[in-house]
């Protein structure tokens, strides 16, 4: 059983700009590996070169934050889990944007990381608000379906399945899948191609 | 009278296994692919969990993304490659994969080989560690690109959680002018629907101008789905289908092989069945298309200038910057002429034979100018196999093209191909991101095949039609 994640509560990190792909989160180079260990270090390697410690990874105010706070189909592209393992431990532990990528979340989902959506102007206000105070706290709450922060709460969108799965602790899917037994392979037995299509 | 249904809704309904109590659907997956790159960390995680693989007979293995190109002798040259590549030999070994190395003649980018090896077939539903796997739906299987974890699903149950997408069906009408390829049709719609349109949606093309696609045409076209933000996109199984895989290694023989055609047949989306939303886009207006930016939606027909600021939506303008500074154009400036510095032939997108016998029939008219860098690769050995036996390899090295051995190559630079500094490539590959092929500097102008080879001749972005 996977642990139960109702909310996350903490400092949050201000990483704006739309179509963030995976490749930028993860240069495909420290994909050369057989374990994901090490990879935090690694996260959005190039753009902070290319940013001179002026990326908000980088940035002093928002270090030790738990949250990632995005734009719009934020982890498009490749299907790497390398992406949110390596945002996973350089410390994000929820994602909060106003689109995902739909591998990315599912890669995030299976991870135990929620990621949630926020109207337009709601994400425009926590941006602003985390950018001009990032010492504030931010709760991610699954339960209440809400961000809270310094300026109040806020209504959050979260697939109905994913948030399921990460409010009953059953987003490691492979437990749940095999708890189908033998029903896996009776459905097996009656798709056309899995018996041969009647050949001896 | 049943209402008709789709493809889509008749493959997701065929291998339900179960409704699971978060609302997701428990969907077996009929083929699973495995690369060297997402894969040991999942198998990793089957031995904590001491878990075997449930239908080892239903996943198949290659080696693609960090293979070099210029010799895949052992140990490779790169240490954590070869480590790698050992990985994957002990998994496909314990856990009895087949696994198609360079030994056995079959292997080759994963998306080129499911096809070739006929393991791919109409109905099916497919999964693969890689967002790409969207590619196999152009034989009307429903194939899906997955994380890590999900590939330990697979691997555990041959099963995943699913939720599942609407259907968006996308009709493409009239025909295509000459020059123009099933690489510009996919670019033409990303662009008309966004890199983000697609989130939510499997794509279903269809309409006359996908119906006289040929298989690696339509194959093109359902590869770069996810650049549009659908993880699945397919095309109706047709007789064009059944006839590329009539004969393949692992197509059906005998009496199977009739079954098997009926019942494809029977799971192709009937008349009038209904989807979620429906795109009309016009064949003719369709031109070869070229990226500017630094995603695939950014792109525009070879002979139109890049868009002004006041062309582009209030939302998308801090992208159009962003996107023009990385590159270091200019807002309205032509596409067409821009020098290049590196041209690369292959890809999971566009590295099979009709792609490598259209830019050799580009190639044959000169030389690579001088100071262009240049990479021919084929997806697969037996691609390679089958050019160098019609000669293509001859055509492209008697103009100056570097023919290579298969493999993903600058597509993504997991190996020793990779640009250098700001060198500017145009590419046959399908995504321009911010250093994707290997320089964090490095600028990517996606286009196809044979608009490579007219920019390795001319040295500069050229409408291929006047080389033609």
């Known amino acids: 059983m996977a642990s139960i994640v109702e909310r996350v509560e903490g400092r949050a990190c201000v990483l704006r700009g739309s179509d963030i792909d995976t490749d930028r989160i993860i240069p ?21 070169e290319q940013a001179k410690g002026d990326h908000p990874l980088d940035d002093e105010r928002f270090a030790g934050a738990s949250i990632l706070v995005v734009g719009e189909n934020f982890g498009c592209g490749s299907s790497r889990e390398h992406a949110p393992q390596s945002l996973q431990r350089f410390g994000f532990q929820a994602f909060v944007g106003a689109s995902f990528a739909e591998i990315f979340a599912g890669n995030c989902t299976a991870l135990g990381l929620p990621c949630i959506t926020l109207e337009p102007n709601d994400l425009e206000a926590l941006m602003d608000s985390v950018t001009l105070d990032p010492s504030q706290q931010v709760v991610v709450d699954l339960v209440a379906r809400n961000l809270t922060y310094k300026g109040g709460s806020l209504p959050a969108g979260v697939r109905d399945g994913t948030r399921k799965a990460l409010l009953e602790g059953t987003w490691n899917a492979t437990r749940v899948l095999l708890e189908a037994g033998d029903s896996i392979d009776t459905r097996a037995a009656t798709i056309p191609y899995v018996a041969g299509f009647g050949a001896a | 009278m049943p209402s008709p249904r789709s493809l889509f809704d008749k493959v997701w309904e065929t291998h339900s296994v179960r409704e699971l109590p978060d609302g997701q659907t428990q969907l077996f997956i009929g083929l699973h692919l495995v690369h060297e790159v997402t894969s040991p960390q999942a198998f990793a995680m089957l031995e904590e969990m001491k878990l075997g693989v449930r239908y080892p007979q239903r996943t198949f293995a290659t080696i693609d993304h960090i293979i070099p190109t210029d010799s895949q002798l052992r140990p490779l040259a790169d240490d954590l490659a070869e480590e790698m590549m050992v990985a994957l030999e002990r998994n496909c ?11 056995s003649g079959r292997q080759g980018v994963v998306h080129v080989i499911g096809p070739e090896l006929g393991l791919t077939q109409p109905a099916m539903t497919v999964a693969c560690g890689d967002s790409h796997t ?11 690109g997955i994380g890590t974890s999900q590939v330990r699903d697979v691997l555990a149950t041959q099963c995943l959680a699913m939720e599942k997408p609407k259907l968006r069906r996308i009709e493409v009408s009239g025909k295509l002018e000459g020059g123009v390829y099933a ?38 076209v359902c590869n770069m789905s996810i650049e549009g933000g659908a993880r699945v996109g397919y095309i109706n199984p047709d007789e064009v289908a059944f006839d590329y895989l009539r004969g393949r290694e692992y197509a059906p023989t005998g009496e ?8 494809w047949r029977s799971m192709a989306s009937e008349p009038g069945a209904p989807c979620d939303d429906l795109v009309t886009i016009a064949g003719e207006n369709i031109p070869p298309t070229v990226t500017w930016g630094i995603h695939p939606g950014q792109s525009a027909g070879v002979n139109e200038p890049i868009p002004n600021l006041s062309d582009v939506p209030d939302a998308d303008r801090p992208a159009f910057a962003e996107a023009l500074e990385f590159m270091g154009f200019r807002p309205g400036q032509p596409i067409a002429g821009t020098k290049i510095d590196v041209a690369f032939i292959g890809s999971c997108t566009n590295g099979r034979i009709s792609d490598l016998r259209e ?3 580009v190639a044959k008219t000169g030389k690579v100018a001088d100071g262009v ?37 600058m597509c993504l630079a997991m190996n020793p191909d990779k640009l250098q500094g700001r060198e500017v490539s145009a590419s046959s590959s399908n995504r321009n991101f911010k250093g994707r092929q290997g320089s964090p500097t490095g600028r990517t102008l996606l286009m196809s095949p044979a608009m490579v080879a007219a920019a390795a001749l001319r040295g500069e972005v050229t409408d291929v039609r006047e080389v033609l």
């Open chain 1, 28 to 48: 495909a180079r420290f994909l050369r590996c057989v374990t994901f260990d090490g990879l935090g270090e690694h996260a959005f390697e190039d753009d902070r």
């Open chain 2, 93 to 103: 070994r314990e856990h009895d994969i087949t696994l198609f190395d360079s030994a």
């Open chain 2, 134 to 144: 969207s590619t196999h739906g152009a034989f009307g299987a429903i194939a899906f």
């Open chain 2, 183 to 220: 690489k510009d049709v996919i670019l033409h719609i990303i662009r008309q629907l966004g890199v983000k349109g697609g989130v939510g949606f499997a794509y279903e093309y269809a309409g006359p101008v996908i119906e006289a696609m040929t298989m690696e045409e339509r194959l093109t």
């Open chain 2, 256 to 263: 199977a092989w009739d079954t098997a055609v009926d019942w």
């Open chain 2, 359 to 361: 830019a050799a029939r």
């Open chain 2, 373 to 409: 860098r240049t990479l021919v690769v084929p997806g697969s050995q037996s691609v390679a196999r089958e050019a160098e036996a019609e000669g293509l390899d001859q055509v492209f090295r008697a103009a100056g093209f570097d023919w290579r051995e298969p493999g993903c190559s």
